[in-house]
């Protein structure tokens, strides 16, 4: 049976996960996006099925008591998960998934995948340039901003858990880095 590898990228809230990842899809368009489930609010931009497949607590607790999660996680007060079916199809076809989960989603995919899966943790500068960049983003309210300024603090005690670590410092640099892990990721995949 062919493998595919799965690559999970996790970063404290407000890092620019979400912007390096969407310069990374239109880069690299073979790579399968893992649209996880959640029941958070749906941002102004976002697109329902591509950003996330945003349901209610109701149907979220449904699906999670019919196995349908590989991991699920309940963050920042929401519920968020990753579908089994999508990392089957993308396992059985030998595709590169990328995931965009919290601590404790990777720890639950490696302890599944081994080695089978990669995670990069991208850093911001500083708990200060976080608070920052979550302020100018003005996505959320003040209290939901100290709520994940609080869960950055012990998120970051985890920096050096995961298989790559990248700093996003200067947007350019950090992509560079960020897409030269994803291509040795990738490259080592093949050469197995
Ligand atoms: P996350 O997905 O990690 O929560 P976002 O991608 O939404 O974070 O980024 C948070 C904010 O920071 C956004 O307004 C984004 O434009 C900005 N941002 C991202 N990377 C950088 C960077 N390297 N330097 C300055 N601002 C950045
Ligand atoms: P946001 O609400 O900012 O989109 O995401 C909040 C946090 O939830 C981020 O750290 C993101 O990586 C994480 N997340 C998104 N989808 C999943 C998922 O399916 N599982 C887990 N465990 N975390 C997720």
Known sequence: MKTGRIIVIVAPSGTGKSTLIEKLQR??????????????PKREGEVDSEDYFFITKEEFIRRKDNNEFIEWALVHSNYYGTLKSTIDESVENGQVVLLDLDVQGCDSVKKLY???AQIIFIEPP??????????????????????????A?????????????VVNDEFERAYKELKRVVDEIILEEKNV
């Open 126 to 151: 500083s708990i200060e340039v976080l608070e920052k960049r979550l302020r100018d983003r003005g996505t959320e309210t003040n209290a939901v901003i100290e709520e994940r300024l609080n869960n």
């Open 27 to 40: 880069d690299r368009p073979n790579i399968r996006w893992s649209v996880s489930c959640t029941t958070r």
């Open 114 to 116: 081994g080695a089978d």
């Open 153 to 165: 603090r012990s998120e970051l005690k985890r920096s050096k858990d995961y298989d790559y670590r």
